[in-house]
């Protein structure tokens, strides 16, 4: 478990190092347990970057979010778990409600004008949808899109090269290219759309939001494409129907726009 830890930690802060500053602690957290917990976590390999440190339901242990990754450690830092928590009233997984939080919070911050939106005029809920304009599940769920927006349902797309954005000698890889000039084309959806069906678009620079939403989903834990997420930061999965959406918005009335 060890080894599969410190992978999971390590590749993770190489992934998430540049673009995330250690997060500060919940009013809960002490100086003390707080600086246990980041020594217990730094004790893993350099440049681990800790989002949120709280307290766990479990007295004497802390929650906390680093690299994409989500582990309790006690409040002297001797000791990590590596799992869910699972409340055993009613099986409740609270390791994914602090997951839930935690991404919602994340994903809010990006402003509309960074995504590439399809939307109904009144829309039931909202997806926001991580992305490779390469990705094979992905372009099937682009072509069903007409099924959303019928269904109520807006589509927000971000996106996430699944190459990465650099090539191992720091060169763009080919898909974080393409991306980029679909997102700095003068007609994005268009571009997408073209993309979707196999056509490279033309190329294009401009500032841009491509590595930065690849970073970002990388500390929300996503690791492959479609990337699906609610309004309330819970996470669908990968492929998934317009039917499925709204079944789950059936069992979840509270989370749609």
């Known amino acids: 478990m060890r080894k599969q830890l410190v992978l999971a930690l390590v590749l993770g802060a190489m992934s998430v190092a540049v673009a995330a500053a250690d997060g500060g602690r919940d009013n809960g957290v002490s100086p003390a347990a707080e600086r246990a917990v980041r020594a217990a976590i730094a004790s893993f390999g350099p440049g681990v970057k800790i989002e949120r440190i709280a307290p766990a339901e479990v007295p004497g242990f802390y929650r906390v979010i680093a690299a994409g990754q989500m582990v309790y450690v006690s409040d002297d830092g001797k000791y990590m778990l590596n799992g869910d928590l699972v409340q055993v009233d009613g099986h409740k997984s609270l390791g994914d409600a602090a997951w839930a939080s935690f991404r919602k919070a994340q994903l809010d911050a990006v402003p509309a004008s960074q995504r590439i939106v399809f939307a109904p005029p009144h829309p039931k809920t909202t997806l926001t949808v991580f992305t490779d304009v390469n990705c094979g599940f992905c372009r099937q769920l682009h072509e069903h899109i007409g099924d959303f927006m019928k269904a109520g349902i807006a589509v927000e797309y971000l996106a996430w090269p699944r190459e990465g954005v650099a090539t191992t000698a720091g060169r763009p890889t080919p898909t974080y290219t393409e991306m980029v000039s679909v997102w700095c ?22 500032n841009n939001p491509v590595k930065a939403q690849y970073q970002l989903g990388q500390r929300i834990g996503v690791s492959g494409t479609p990337a699906i997420f609610t309004p309330d930061g819970r996470e669908l999965g990968g492929y998934v129907t317009a039917q499925q959406v709204l079944d789950d918005l059936a069992r979840h009335p509270g989370s749609g726009s």
């Open 185 to 206: 084309a003068a007609d994005r959806k268009q571009a997408f759309a073209e993309a979707k069906q196999g056509h490279s678009p033309k190329p294009a620079t401009c």
